[in-house]
Antibody
């Protein structure tokens, strides 16, 4: 059974940093692109970033480019999101998601999410 | 950026009803349209990808159609477990945006 489990969320002050982690099981993570998707309270979904199987390519939504860094450790079946210079508008539940191997940017499995609150 | 819209934003329906949700893209996304279901406090679940392909394990009462800019999700006979919020998402070009969602409520 495919499972994704996020951790690392919490309360952080504006301008602060946080590192999210996601551990996968039940599949070979090195075979898949992986993404982070977020959902602000009571709002819709927003794709944040993704990373190629071997970590050689990364893509970001404009609003986080230069502040967030996605990375992975395939030996640990883990995905990370380093978030710096956090803003109030980054407050959201952050989900890691696996991308379908044939159809890019189709998210076939999701974690349960980890909440991030940016507030003073 | 491609903007995704959905209508209606919410609807009320009864068990057994046929439900139709529409999604529109601000420009052509060919058939790169996906549908997700989300229940309160839970992660989204992929229902349909590439406009009309049912994800493994998804009941056949769900179907999708469309192309270009206009797409439809149909639930042929609404079941109690289908009360949820439904999001469309384009996977044609970055940023790979989602629609604002359609909440299906119990009538």
């Amino acid at each position: 059974e495919v499972q994704l489990v996020e951790s690392g969320g919490g309360l952080v002050q504006p301008g602060g940093s946080l590192r999210l982690s996601c551990v996968g099981s039940g599949f070979t993570s090195s075979s898949y692109w992986m993404s982070w998707v977020r959902q602000a309270p009571g709002k819709g979904l927003e794709w944040v970033a993704n990373i190629k199987q071997d970590g050689s390519e990364e893509y970001y939504v404009d609003s986080v480019r230069g502040r967030f860094t996605i990375s992975r450790d395939n030996a640990k079946n883990s995905l990370y999101l380093q978030m710096n210079s956090l803003r109030a508008e980054d407050t959201a539940v952050y989900y890691c998601a696996r991308e379908d191997p044939m159809y890019g940017y189709v998210f076939d499995y999701w974690g349960q999410g980890t909440p991030v609150t940016v507030s003073s | 950026d491609i903007q995704m819209t959905q209508s209606p934003s919410s609807l009320s329906a009864s068990v057994g009803d046929r439900v139709t949700i529409t999604c529109r893209a601000s420009q052509s996304i060919r058939s790169y349209l996906n549908w997700y279901q989300q229940k309160p406090g839970k992660a989204p679940k992929l229902l349909i990808y590439a406009t009309s392909t049912l994800q493994s394990g998804v009941p056949s009462r769900f179907s999708g159609s469309g192309s270009g800019t206009d797409f439809t999700l149909i639930i042929s006979s609404l079941q109690p477990e289908d009360f949820a919020t439904y999001f469309c998402q384009q996977s044609y070009t970055s940023p790979f945006g989602f629609g604002p969602g359609t909440k299906v409520n119990i009538k």
